[in-house]
């Protein structure tokens, strides 16, 4: 099965809630939704007298990561949400974009399969896994931490994350070191954590300050497993190590991957404009330099259930841009087949 959907709320929904995005979502025709989960921020604030003799967990709050006697909330994490609250304690929760609509997951989740709309989520684009010890990597690790509970209540089957930019004069094999080590302790969270199946999806990028091409993907899920390669035919055009130009060179990019692959690919489109070496900039499709056709022609040859996320600027526009594409020229080679039929006849 091949399903489309946009990167976020889409830019046509009236509401700006989860609920609002995924009920639009459903409406325009599209079943793919990736939550953008960006700019958490931390509240901390003493309990209330209402609150005290409540769990952590039954505060009808945003996203509570925690509750302790002080402010530091760096240490703790959603374990402590079975204590019961005191006088004195304080809580710490996320704010900010989705988070303010966490309450309300258990039930987006039932409402997105009822309207047939697969989940997924995105972690914040800041997200450094390239080095281990330092205060960035540790805030990088605990709103991953913060993303793959959200997934996990939401039912979204892929988390999403970049790896990060490389320091200047590092070696690379010490860069490789430290992005498995840091995604072999998260994936060993995810699993002692969350109660659902997530699949790490990992996000080719583009740039001489960021690693993450596919080749650099590919060797990390070899490595670290239930990890996948998150395909973004963008930056990978803007590269330039592979052409794009026709279904062939659509086709060597998921052979690649395939070995990485089990039940479905995710995928990223956009159009994109390239400047200069290392520098590009995501387009709507129709003025990019990346041929949504060109796809298309291996798509109605495959059997693999691919998830096809626009990351363009114009969001579901270009999702149902993309959708109608597809299905003109899948429609257009059933009747060609069928003509062929018909004339054998």
Known sequence: ??????????????????????????????????????????????????????????????????????????????????????????????????????????????????LDVKMSLHTPYYIKLTETGTEAVEKSRRHFKYGAIMADILDAGTIVTHLGVKEEGKDKDDIEQAVVENLRELRDWITEKCEKDIKIGIETQTGEDVYGNLDEILEICRQVSETVPVINFAHIKAEGNYSLKDEEDFAEIFHKCENFVKDEYYVNFSGVEKRRTGECRMTPIKRGDLNFEDLVDYLIKTEDNITIISTSPLKEHDAMYMKVIFERIYSREIGKELRRENKDE
């Open 1 to 114: 099965m091949i399903r489309f959907g946009p990167s976020g709320i889409p830019l046509s929904c009236k509401g700006r809630t989860l609920e609002d995005g995924i009920e639009d979502v459903h409406k325009l025709g599209l079943n793919a939704f990736e939550v953008q989960f960006l700019r958490p921020k931390v509240r901390t604030r003493p309990v209330e007298d209402e609150e005290i003799g409540l769990k952590a967990k039954n505060v009808p709050e945003k996203f509570i990561i925690g509750v302790n006697r002080g402010r530091d909330y760096k240490e703790i994490f959603v374990e402590d949400l079975e204590k019961e609250l005191k006088r004195g304690d304080m809580i710490h929760s996320i704010t900010g974009g989705v988070a303010e609509d966490f309450y309300k997951f258990q039930r987006l989740s039932r409402l997105s399969k009822e």
